[in-house]
């Protein structure tokens, strides 16, 4: 029980338990249907994938606002340059300016000593003005051979039964874990975000963990777009916009610290199902949107404080 109060995901599994006995109680026919279920997994899935990238850069101390975007970006750069490249290539080409995204905002924050918020709010504009010109405002769908492709149907459609997403979910999020908690790199990636001096004075090169971060989630957000247009293979050029809060809302709920230093990739996934969740049921409920927005900030704000106290109880500075 003490190590599970120690996870850094606890007050995710926390708020989990507590939304999914909420919502049991006040629609338990609604939605405990295997449409609604299918849905929330659907979604959360996609949103995970772009939750872990947040998740990386914040426990740098570090944010990435540019997340939403770059989902967009990458998207239709796949979606666009089927036709000239096919799906392999179209599909290399849009990771390809996702990690260049990532890369380039990653120098201007870690050389240029910018602050990233305003970096990655740049690359937010940036971006989506890339989209707007590059397409001229519409974006074509995926011709009928495209859709067909047997990598299309590899991140689009279901395997052994299940939803495509929520398996490259399972296999990408278990390497993430091994990643941040079996390997060097996870330890400086934690030490360069919960004390950067201490951290450089036992040899971790942190601009080089920050720089990684970054493109890691850069490179997250735009797989997460491919895998959007592979399962449903028309776009629009506002695609991904505002993702960038949800994906930030959903690490926080996860347990992220904006001062760095802690978070985990399973609180990061269980904040994304928190965040699908809500909306997913404020609609099948008959709220307005607007309530959607209500609704995450109330729980963002809590888990922030939750979280805080948390993180004194186990005695890691806050």
């Known amino acids: 029980m003490k190590q599970l ?3 850094q995901g606890f007050g995710a599994i926390i708020g989990v338990v507590v939304m999914l006995v909420v919502f049991t109680s006040i629609d338990f026919s609604g939605w405990w249907t295997n449409q609604t279920v299918a849905n929330v997994s659907q979604f959360t899935a996609i949103l995970a994938f772009v939750a872990m990238g947040q998740a990386l850069v914040i426990m740098t101390k570090e944010i990435d606002l540019s997340v939403g975007s770059v989902y967009g970006l990458a998207g239709v750069a796949f979606i666009t340059m089927e036709p000239a490249l096919g799906v392999p290539g179209s599909f290399v080409l849009a990771l390809a300016v996702a990690a260049l995204v990532g890369f380039l905002q990653a120098i201007a924050v870690v050389k240029g000593e910018l602050p990233s918020m305003i970096v990655t709010l740049g690359g937010l504009f940036a971006a989506r003005g890339i989209i707007y010109v590059w397409t001229g405002g519409s974006v074509h769908n995926f011709s009928p ?7 299309t149907r590899l991140f689009g459609g279901e395997l052994f039964g299940i939803d495509a997403a ?3 979910l399972i296999t990408v999020s ?3 874990g ?13 030490a360069t975000g919960g004390s950067r001096e201490s951290a450089e004075s036992r040899g971790v090169r942190t601009d080089r963990i920050k720089i990684a971060a970054f493109i890691l ?3 997250l957000a735009g797989f997460a777009g491919i895998l959007t247009l592979c399962n449903q293979p028309q776009t629009h050029v506002t695609l991904g916009e505002n993702m960038e809060l949800e994906a930030i809302a959903a690490a926080v709920i996860g347990g992220c610290l904006l001062t760095g230093g802690r978070g985990s990739i399973l609180g990061a996934i ?6 699908v969740s809500f909306r997913y049921e404020l609609i099948a409920l008959g709220a307005p949107s607007s309530w959607y927005i209500t609704f995450i900030g109330a729980v963002l704000i809590v888990a922030v404080i939750f979280n805080q106290k948390l993180a004194r109880f186990l005695g890691h500075s806050a």
């Open 5 to 7: 109060v120690r996870s």
């Open 145 to 151: 051979a495209a859709r067909s492709h047997p990598m």
């Open 166 to 168: 929520i398996l490259w």
């Open 174 to 176: 278990a390497i993430l």
């Open 178 to 190: 091994l990643l941040l908690w079996a390997t060097p790199f996870g330890n400086r990636l934690l």
């Open 217 to 219: 989630c850069s490179l």
């Open 270 to 275: 269980l904040g994304a199902l928190i965040v």
